[in-house]
């Protein structure tokens, strides 16, 4: 039987992340899309792995990824959709799951202020979230470069990781946007 995978280095997820987020941080570590280290954690032999699920993610899976890279499954637990909004009908979640990301850039410029990596908030991707309550401007699901839909990969800049289309490859960076909505009281 193989010995389970131990990654050297493993970022620990941020309190409001969205769990695939915290994937895609640990793989961009590795120079890997999280699609191909969660191959690479898998049990050799098992068929290719869905991506990991926001909502309700595979308990095999969770255990996995607690286990490579030493953390408590219960914590990556408690970033799945369901366990944060138990209450909610799950329908009100699903809409933009796997749909274009949508983000807000200058969260991303604040986490590069801060010096620790960039993520995805969780709540982002709740089907009624259209602004960035801390900036008041619009969440993006465009990419500013090559204007198709947004999804998000993680690129290592600088010992951090740091948000690019996955398309072209650009940086994610609120200097694009001036959406700030008019009116709206800071
Ligand atoms: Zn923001
Ligand atoms: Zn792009």
């Given at each position: 039987?193989r010995?389970?995978?131990?990654?050297?280095?493993?970022?620990?997820p941020?309190?409001?992340?969205?769990?695939?987020?915290?994937?895609?941080?640990?793989?961009?570590?590795?120079?890997?899309?999280?699609?191909?280290?969660?191959?690479?954690?898998a049990?050799?032999?098992?068929?290719?792995?869905?991506?990991?699920?926001?909502i309700?993610?595979?308990?095999d899976?969770i255990?996995?990824w607690?286990r490579?890279?030493?953390?408590?499954p219960m914590?990556?637990?408690?970033?799945?959709?369901?366990?944060?909004?138990?209450?909610?009908?799950?329908l009100?979640?699903l809409?933009?799951?796997?749909?274009?990301?949508?983000?807000?850039?200058s969260?991303?410029?604040?986490?590069?202020?801060?010096?620790?990596?960039?993520?995805?908030?969780?709540?982002?991707?709740?089907?009624e979230?259209f602004?960035?309550?801390?900036?008041?401007?619009?969440?993006r699901d465009?990419?500013?470069?090559?204007?198709?839909?947004?999804y998000?990969?993680y690129?290592m800049?600088?010992g951090?990781?740091?948000p690019?289309?996955r398309?072209?490859d650009?940086?994610l960076?609120?200097?694009?946007?001036?959406?700030?909505?008019?009116g709206i009281?800071?």
């Amino acid at each position: 039987m193989r010995e389970a995978t131990r990654l050297p280095v493993a970022p620990r997820p941020f309190r409001d992340e969205l769990l695939s987020s915290w994937v895609a941080r640990v793989a961009c570590r590795y120079g890997l899309e999280a699609r191909d280290l969660t191959q690479c954690l898998a049990e050799r032999g098992s068929d290719k792995l869905p991506p990991f699920d926001d909502i309700t993610p595979n308990q095999d899976q969770i255990r996995q990824w607690a286990r490579a890279c030493r953390i408590d499954p219960m914590r990556l637990q408690r970033l799945s959709l369901a366990y944060r909004h138990s209450k909610r009908a799950q329908l009100w979640l699903l809409e933009r799951i796997g749909s274009p990301m949508p983000v807000c850039f200058s969260c991303f410029d604040d986490d590069c202020a801060a010096d620790r990596d960039s993520y995805i908030r969780a709540d982002w991707v709740l089907a009624e979230y259209f602004v960035c309550p801390v900036h008041r401007q619009m969440l993006r699901d465009r990419c500013p470069s090559c204007d198709g839909h947004l999804y998000v990969s993680y690129r290592m800049r600088d010992g951090r990781a740091r948000p690019v289309c996955r398309k072209c490859d650009d940086r994610l960076t609120g200097a694009y946007s001036g959406h700030t909505l008019p009116g709206i009281p800071k």
